[in-house]
C-alpha cells in the first residue's frame, strides 16, 4: 500500500482528490492537512466523509507529513506552492502540485501572474502532467504540474491537429464554459448563489491566466507558435467544462483526415473518447468521470470541435489521480472507473 | 408627485424596491443611500439600471434625504434601522421600515434578536404593515414596520382561521421553503453557488427569529396565545417562499366551511388570490409578482394550506410599495400590476 | 384604446405576450387564441394570470379574432404562420408575426426550413421588425416580420461593424448561448429537467436556421455577403441569450474607433445599452427587460463582442410590442419600462 | 463472478443501478433490456457509458435473459412489473423488483393503485428489502419488493421510535421535497426544465401512493397502527430527497433518550449515518452515496426529524444492489462505497 498525503484538503480540489483517493485500492490516505484552527476529524468538516474516512486533517506539519508519506498532493492556491513543494522534494518525496506554480516556463509565469517564481530549479524539473501528451515522462516523474483545467479541456481538443493548424497558420478561438466550482470554494460575492444562479458571463476575455499554459504546450507539440485565442464563462452548474473551439477549414485537409488523426491519436487512451464524426459530447457525459469526451464536425468551412471534462475530475484530483498511478507503475484506471 | 428616498439601496431588497418604485407614477426617487465609498450612479453599481434610473447612489446624510424626501423607506439590517429611523420621524418624514426591528413588542424582540432596543417610543408607534390585516390603521400612519417574508407567507395563510384553530387548541407546524435571496446579498461560504445548488437544507428548525413574529400577530387576532412551530428550509432558487402549513381537522369544521373562510376573507384582497378548494400553488405563479396565492385542501383529517409569495416582492419591497399607496391614499395596486 | 389579439396564446411567446401587453396603457387585449378544447379563462390554464385578464382563451376564429381587433399577434409555429397571416392580411389587420415564415427571402427560407413557402405575397411586404435597423419602415408598416431570439443577439452586436467588417473580408463567429425557453414549451425529454439541469451542449453548430436570417440581414446592411459561423448552445437557465462575438482586428481600425461606432450607432435608441470599452454585459443585467447590452473588447488583436438579451423579450414579445408603438406611433417604450 | 441482468435498463433507475453495478467487483452484467427497436449498443443510447459497459440493450427477451442470469434487477414501471416478475420466478431465478408491485398487502395495492393485482402469490412471498429492517430475511431471499424512494427516507427516519410513538398516539406529519429524477424519465410538460427550474410545488398532499407503504411497515414494526400524514414536493434538483417531520414531544422521552434511540438502533448499520444531537443533514452529505442521513432535534416541544437520501441510491438502485449483496453473502457495502 502506497501511503499518500493531501495537503489542501478543504477546497473542492482537495475534497475530491479525497474522494477518489478513497476508491484506489492501492493507496491509504495518510494525511490531511489545511488551514485549520486544530486537528479535526475531516468529517467533523465535511459530514458526507462520516463512515469514509477516519483520518484526521491538520495543520501543515512538513516533517509529519513527510515522515507518514510516499507520495504528497498539494491542492493548493498558486503561489503557497511553491513555497511548500521544495520542503517535500529535498526529503525525497514525491510530489502532484495541482497548483499553477510548475506549469509554466519561468518567463511566463511571471508575466501572466504578475509575481516572482522562487522556486526556479524545481520549475525545469518539473513534468507537465497531461498523460495523452507525456505518458512516458510521467511514469519516471518525481514530479508532477498537474494541467490546468481550461487547458485539459482545450488541449486535448487539439493534441491531434496542433501540427496541422500550426503549419496551416491558423487562429483557434477556443470559446469555453465552466461551472462555479472552477473558481474555488471562497466566500465572494460573485461566486453567490444569488449572482451565478440563471445567469451566465464572459470574464477575462483574452486575459485568462490560463492562456500561456495552452499556447506553451500547443507550441511545444506543434514545434511552432500557435496562437489560442480564449474567453472563459461562468455557468450555472457545480462542475464540468465544455469548450467549442473553432478553426477555419482552409489548409486544413477533409473532415475525415482531420477525424482520423483523432481516433488513431486517442485509439489506446482510456480516457478520452471520441465521438462518431459529426456529433458532439454534453457536460453530462462526463460529470463525475475521469474522461474528456470530444466531437468533430465540419460544417460551413469550420472545423467546430467540443470538448467536455469535469473540471474537479480530468481537470483537477482525476487527472492527478491518474498520473499517481502512472507514477507507481499501476492500472492507470484504478479507482477512476 | 410624492419625493421617495431608499436607504440600503444596495441590498437584494433595496434594489428590488428601486424597481417597484419606477414603475410606480404617481412616485419619483429623489435619493439613494448605502455604505458606498464615495458618490456613484447606480447603474455603475448595478448595470441592469442603465437607463432607468439616474439618481446617484450616496453615503447616508440624514438631512440630505430628509430635505429631498416624503418619504423613507429603510432597507438596513436589524439594530441598524433602530439607530437611523428616530432621526427621520423626528423630522416629520413618513417611514416604512423593512427591518425586524419595530415588528416586535420590547420583550420578544430583546428575546429572539439577542440585543436591547434603543428605541421603544417609536417601536410602540409603528404599524405592523400587512395591509389584509392594517389596512386601516396603514391609512393614517407615519411610520410602518413593514413584516418579515416568512411571517407574510405564513400568517396570510392562517389568518382566516386563526380564531378557530386557537379556539380548538390545535397545533400548527409550518414548514417553509425560501429562495436565498431572502438570507440578503452576502459574500457568505453558506450563500455560494456550490453550496447552496444542487442542495437542499433545513435551518433554525424551530429556533428561526421569525417565529415570534408570527406568534405575535395570530395570537393578537385570535385573542389567544397562538404557538407556531416553524422549520424553514433553503431552496436552490433565487426568490420565492412555499409554506407548507398542517393543523388537524379535529375541532375544526368541514372542509367547505374552513375553505368560505378563506373566499370570504380575502374576496375584496388585491394580492391575494384563493385558489379552488383542493388545488395549491407553486412558485412561478408568483414570481415576480406581488400576489400571495392560497390552496387550501382537507385530506385524511388534516388541513393542509399552502401558501407562496415572491420574498422580494409580497415579502419585502412589494407590501412595503403596497404600503406606501395605502399611507398616500392612491391606488394600493399602483406599479404592482 | 387599439384593440390587440393574441393567436398562440399558450406558448411561452404568448404567454410573454401577454404579460407585456397588459402593462401597456394604450392597448387592450380583446382575444386569446390557442389549440383548446373549450373555451377557458386563461388564469384556469396559467393561474398566475389571476386577477390580471379576464379575456378567456378560444380555439382560433378568424373572423371573431379580426372583428375584436386592430391588431394581431401571430405567436405560432412557422409553417402555421404562413396559413392564417394572409387571412388576417385580407382583412385589413395589422399584424405582427413572431413566427419564421416571413423574415427570409423565399430561397433561403425553403432552403432552411425545408418547405415550401405557400404566401411569397406577403413575405415581400413584411418588413422585418428590428427597430435599430428598420424604424422608419416599421412606422408605416402593416405587417411585421419579428426578429429571431439568437438574430436579434447576434445583429445587434455587429450593425455597427458590419460594414467595416464585410470590406476587411473577416471571419465572423458567433457562440450563443440561450436559456431553455428559447425552445418553446414543449414536452420534450431533450427539454426535461432530468436532461437540462447541471448540463449544458452545443447544437445544430453552423447548420441552425437562423444562420440564414444574420447573414442575410447583415449582408444586406453590408451590401456585401458576410458569413456568420454561428454555434448555438442550451444553458440551464429559463431565460436569456448571451452571445460571445469573435472578429479578428487585423484590417480593422484600433479599438477606441471600433467602440466610437457602437456608441454612435446606438446613442438615440432606447432598449440598447452599450458598456463602457472593455466591460462586457451578463444574462441577469438584462433579464425580465427589453434592453439589448452590448460590450466591446479588443485583445490580442481580437474583437470579442458580447450581447446579451433576455430571448423571450428583446428576443420575441417584447420587440413585438415595442414594434407595435412605433406602428401605432405611441412611444416606443410604453409598457416597456 | 455472479451473472446479472437488468430488465428496464433505460430509465434513470435502471441507468443508475448499472452504474452502480459496474463498480461490484462480485458480479458481472450479463444482459440489458429496455423498450428499444433494434439491439443497440448502450452507450449508444447513453454516450457516458462508452468505454464502460460493452453489453447491448436489447428488447426483453425473457427465456434469453434467464439462461444468461443468476439474479434479475426489474427496474420497470407498476403493474409492469407483476407480469414479468412470476416468468423469472417460475424459471428458478433471483429477482429484485425496484417497482410498486410486491410491497403492499394486496388490498392496500389494489386500493392506492387503482388496479387488479394478478400475481397475488409471489406478492405474499416477496421480502420487503429494507436492510435495516429485514435483513435476516433479506439473506434467504430469493425475491425482493425494493422500497420505494420516499418511504425509505419516511420509514429509516421513524424505525427507532415507531413503537414509542405509535404507543403515545402522536400524529406524524411528514413534510418530503424530491429532486425530479424521482418521477422517471418521462416527456412530460411538468417535468420539464421551463416548469421545474426556479419552481417549487407540493403535489397529492396525504394522497400520494407512498403513503400505505410507510404506514404499513411502521404499523407493523409499532404492532398497532400507524397514521403518517405525507405531503411530497418537487425540488429543482437533479436527485435526493430530504424529509423533514414532525411529531410532538408529549408522551415521548426526553430528547436524550430520544436520541439514544437512533444511536442503538443504527450503530452497526454501514449505509444510516446519525448526526450529534441538535444537527440536521442536508442533501449535498448524500448526493451521489447509498448514505442516509439523519438528524433529530427537539426544539419548543416538538421533535423534529430529518432524514436525507439520494432517490436513486438509497432510494432505489443503491438500496437495490444493497440488497443483492445481501442476498448473495458478500460484502454489503461492495460497491457502493
Known amino acids: 500500500m502506497i501511503k499518500v498525503g493531501v495537503v489542501g484538503a478543504t477546497g473542492y480540489t ?12 492501492e493507496v ?12 479535526t476529524q475531516f468529517s467533523d ?34 503561489t503557497v506552492s511553491m513555497k511548500i513543494a521544495p520542503e517535500f ?25 504578475g ?44 493534441l491531434p491537429i496542433a501540427l496541422m493548424v500550426a503549419k496551416a497558420g491558423l487562429t483557434v478561438i477556443a470559446d469555453s464554459k465552466s461551472g462555479a466550482t472552477g473558481a474555488g470554494r471562497k466566500a465572494l460575492m460573485s461566486l453567490s448563489f ?46 464540468g467544462i465544455l469548450s467549442t473551439i473553432y478553426i477555419q477549414q482552409k489548409g486544413l485537409p477533409e473532415e475525415n ?10 485509439k489506446d487512451e482510456p480516457f478520452v473518447r471520441v465521438r462518431p464524426l ?3 459530447p454534453e457536460l453530462q457525459d462526463v460529470a463525475g468521470t475521469n474522461f474528456c469526451d470530444i466531437g468533430i464536425k465540419v460544417a460551413r468551412d469550420m472545423v467546430i470541435i467540443v470538448s467536455v471534462i469535469d473540471n474537479l475530475l480530468k481537470g483537477a484530483s482525476g487527472q492527478a489521480v491518474q498520473n499517481m498511478n502512472i507514477m507507481l507503475g499501476i492500472d492507470e484506471k484504478t479507482g477512476l472507473m
Chains 1, 2, 3, 4 share one sequence.
Open 115 to 158: 509575481t516572482c517564481h522562487t522556486d526556479t530549479g524545481n520549475l525545469n524539473a518539473a513534468v507537465y502532467g497531461l498523460p495523452e501528451l507525456n505518458r512516458e515522462k510521467i511514469k519516471t516523474a518525481d514530479f508532477i504540474a498537474n494541467p490546468g483545467c481550461y487547458p485539459t479541456s482545450v488541449i486535448l481538443a487539439l
Open 28 to 39: 491509504t490516505i495518510t494525511s490531511l492537512s489545511a488551514l485549520v484552527d486544530k486537528e
Open 257 to 266: 483526415e482531420i477525424y482520423k488523426k483523432y481516433t488513431e491519436y486517442f
Open 45 to 78: 468538516l465535511y459530514p458526507r466523509f462520516a463512515k469514509k474516512i477516519s483520518v484526521p486533517c491538520k495543520s501543515l506539519d512538513i516533517n509529519e507529513v513527510a515522515a507518514k508519506s510516499d507520495l504528497v498532493f498539494l491542492a493548493l492556491p498558486h
Open 89 to 113: 522534494i529535498k526529503k525525497g518525496k514525491k510530489i502532484i502540485d495541482l497548483s499553477a506554480d510548475y506549469r509554466l516556463p519561468v518567463k511566463l509565469y511571471e508575466k501572466w501572474y
Open 194 to 239: 444569488g449572482e451565478v444562479d440563471e445567469n451566465f458571463k464572459c470574464y477575462k476575455a483574452n486575459e485568462h491566466q490560463h492562456i500561456p499554459e495552452m499556447e506553451h504546450i500547443l507550441s511545444c507539440v506543434a514545434g511552432k507558435d500557435m496562437q489560442v485565442n480564449f474567453a472563459p464563462h461562468l455557468l450555472p452548474v457545480r462542475r
Open 278 to 280: 459529426g456529433q458532439v
Open 14 to 25: 482537495g475534497e475530491e482528490l479525497i474522494e477518489v483517493l478513497l476508491k484506489n485500492s
